[in-house]
C-alpha cells in the first residue's frame, strides 16, 4: 500500500496527455484499492487511503475526465467506481452523479446484450458500488453465460481465461467483501477446485500476478485451498524491501537489463498491478476476519 502511494502518477490518466483509449482503468483499479481498503480502516493505515482518494479526487476534479463517458460511453465503468470510492470517502456528493448516469445508461449501448457477459457483470458491479439503478440481468443469469460456468480442464486453460475467471468471481463477490451473488453452493465448490489447481500452476509458472488474483479469488469464494499458503510464502518472497512486488514484464526486463537497471517509471509500470492485487487479496483476508 505505501509503494502505490509512493507512485500514485502511474494511476493518473492525463500522464500521456490527453485522456484516450483506456487511460482510465489505472485510476479504476486505484478505486478499487481504495474501496478495498475502505472496508478495513481500522487495521491500514488511513493516511495512505487519504492520498488515495486525493488522487482520485484531482482527476475527477478535472471538466474533461468528468465529460468523457457521455462524449465515449464505453469508459463509463472507471468513473462509476472512482465516483464510488469518492463518495465513501466523503469527496462526493453522488446525488447530482447518479441522476446523470442514471440517463447515460439508460440512452446508451453500453448495455447491450452483444457485450461479453463477464464485461456485463464487470458493469452491473460498478453500477451497485455507485448506487446508480439499472435494469442489467441479475449475476446469476450473467454468470450462467460466462465462461467461468462452463465445466473446463484447467490444463487448457489460457492466461487471459484464468484472467476472465478470477474477475467474473471478483464482481459477484465484490472482491471478497460479501459472498458471492448468483454462484450456487455447488457451482462455488466447483470452481473452488479449478481456482486450487490454477493456483498451483500458477505457482510453478512463478506467474504472481495470476497467483495473487487466484489467491484473492479463493477468498471471495469462502474456500481455502490446500496451496494457499505456498502462494502467500511466494509473494512474500518475490516482495521487494520498498514493498513492490514484481510483476512478469518487471522480471523479464530484469533478466534481460544488467548493472543500470530499469528506470523508476518503467519499473513503476511493470510492478503496479501485481503489487496492487497482491495488497487486495491482503485486504479480503483482512476483511473476512
Request: proline share 6%; hydrophobic share 40%.
Amino acid at each position: 500500500m505505501s509503494w502505490i502511494g509512493k507512485n500514485l502518477s502511474q494511476f493518473d490518466p492525463f500522464k500521456n496527455g490527453e485522456l484516450s483509449g483506456l487511460c482510465e482503468i489505472p485510476l479504476s483499479e486505484l478505486a478499487i484499492l481504495t474501496l478495498s481498503a475502505q472496508h478495513c480502516l481500522g487495521t491500514v493505515d488511513p493516511s495512505v487511503v487519504a492520498r488515495f482518494l486525493d488522487s482520485l479526487e484531482a482527476a475527477n476534479h478535472s471538466p474533461t475526465y468528468r465529460e468523457r463517458p457521455f462524449r465515449e460511453p464505453e469508459t463509463m465503468v472507471p468513473h462509476l467506481v472512482v465516483a464510488a470510492a469518492l463518495e465513501r470517502g466523503g469527496r462526493l456528493d453522488g446525488r447530482e452523479f447518479r441522476t446523470s448516469f442514471e440517463r447515460l445508461v439508460e440512452v446508451s449501448s453500453v448495455t447491450a446484450p452483444a457485450l461479453p457477459p463477464h464485461r456485463m457483470m464487470e458493469l452491473h458491479h460498478a453500477l451497485d458500488l455507485s448506487g446508480v439503478n439499472h435494469r442489467l440481468p441479475s449475476y446469476q443469469m450473467l454468470y450462467r453465460r460466462t465462461m467461468a460456468a462452463q465445466p473446463v480442464n484447467p490444463i487448457y486453460v489460457s492466461r487471459a481465461e484464468s484472467y476472465v475467471l478470477t474477475h467474473v468471481i471478483f464482481y459477484a463477490a465484490d472482491l471478497g467483501h460479501r459472498p458471492a451473488e448468483g454462484i450456487s453452493e455447488d457451482e462455488i465448490k466447483r470452481l473452488a477446485k479449478l481456482v486450487r489447481s490454477l493456483l498451483g500452476m500458477y505457482i510453478i509458472a512463478c506467474d504472481w500476478d495470476l497467483t495473487a488474483e487466484l489467491l484473492l479469488s479463493a477468498q471471495c469464494l469462502r474456500q481455502p485451498t490446500r496451496f494457499d499458503d505456498l502462494g502467500w510464502e511466494a509473494l512474500a518472497s518475490a516482495q521487494r524491501p520498498d514493498g513492490a512486488v514484481p510483476g512478469l514484464r518487471a522480471r523479464l526486463r530484469e533478466d534481460q537489463v544488467t548493472g543500470s537497471g530499469m528506470g523508476a517509471e518503467s519499473e513503476a509500470e511493470s510492478c503496479y498491478h501485481t503489487t496492487l492485487v497482491s495488497a487486495l487479496a491482503g485486504l479480503a483476508v483482512l476483511s473476512g476476519r
